[in-house]
């Protein structure tokens, strides 16, 4: 086997974050992982980040996220069971969809982890940060994912459909975004739209955030949106708080965003 080597930190941190795609068996079918490797390959490096999505989207919104995370520390975004690229039956629980994750981590041989979930997303991290040791850290995007309405049941309704659906993808990538951006997440939102309506909600966050016991972020909206179901009060008194203004923040990693999450991931 040849000899492999290891970059210089200082090679390292200024050598490109390569981001890569690939497909692993979990027990529901392939899984589609968008994954961030280090300029030094990761081998050596922190804590592997876990970034997982909202229903509306895929693993791909993590995209810029991955590339500023994932310098010093490999970062995988999978799809979800059923959303992008990856297999599955509809109507999987939270539980079931975190089993599959489960089966992911297993298969990658990850000792440690540290995870990442907003929406339906923050519901499996919460179930994995309960039931398994490796999960190190947290940071739980407690922000409106903008949930698609249930497709048409008529040609009639087909317009009102489709204009919710654009309108949502707009809010979600941010009112600079590029065009290319905003038709990706509105065709991304399209095919997620049928599986998100079945997927169960086992639990809500407000239910398990107050239970976590690993170092906690919390990125929210500046009025703690209803729609995320949390408030202040349900957090616990260690979790840190950061404003996140919208999804597009996490979509687009500004650097005031990227660097909380740093700070909880070195300490």
């Known amino acids: 086997m040849p000899k492999r080597t290891t970059l210089r930190p ?11 795609r690939g497909y692993f068996e979990s027990r529901f079918g392939q899984l589609h992982v968008h994954h961030a490797i280090p300029g030094g390959g990761g081998f050596e490096e922190g804590t592997p980040l876990l970034a997982l999505h909202p229903a509306t989207h ?8 991955l590339t500023a995370l994932g310098r010093d ?5 999978p799809d979800l069971p059923g959303f992008g690229e990856s297999d599955a039956p509809d109507g999987l629980s939270v539980t079931e969809q975190a089993a599959a994750i ?3 981590l297993d298969a990658m041989r990850l000792r440690h982890v540290d995870l990442l979930g907003c929406g339906l997303g923050a519901r499996v991290a919460l179930e994995l940060a309960t039931t398994r040791p490796a999960v190190r850290r947290l940071v739980i995007a407690a922000l409106p994912a903008g949930e698609t309405p249930p497709p048409p049941q008529s040609a009639a309704d087909a317009d009102a459909y489709l204009r919710a659906v654009w309108a949502g993808a707009r809010r979600d990538c941010g009112a600079d975004a590029p065009l290319a951006m905003v038709i990706a997440a509105c065709g991304e939102r399209l095919r997620n ?8 909600q086992d639990h809500t966050l407000r239910e398990r955030l107050s239970g976590i016991l690993q170092p906690l972020l919390v990125l929210h909206a500046p009025d703690w949106p209803h729609e ?8 616990p008194a260690h979790a840190r708080r950061t404003p996140c203004r919208d999804l597009s923040q996490l979509q687009n990693a500004p650097q005031p965003i990227v660097a909380a999450i740093q700070d909880l991931l070195v300490t």
């Open 10 to 20: 200082e090679a390292a941190a200024s050598a490109a974050v390569r981001i890569r």
């Open 58 to 65: 895929s693993g791909r919104l993590f995209t810029a996220l």
């Open 73 to 77: 520390r490999s970062a995988f975004a």
């Open 102 to 104: 489960g089966d992911f």
């Open 193 to 200: 739209a049928a599986h998100a309506a079945g997927t169960g």
């Open 228 to 235: 995320a179901g949390v408030s202040a009060a349900d957090l």
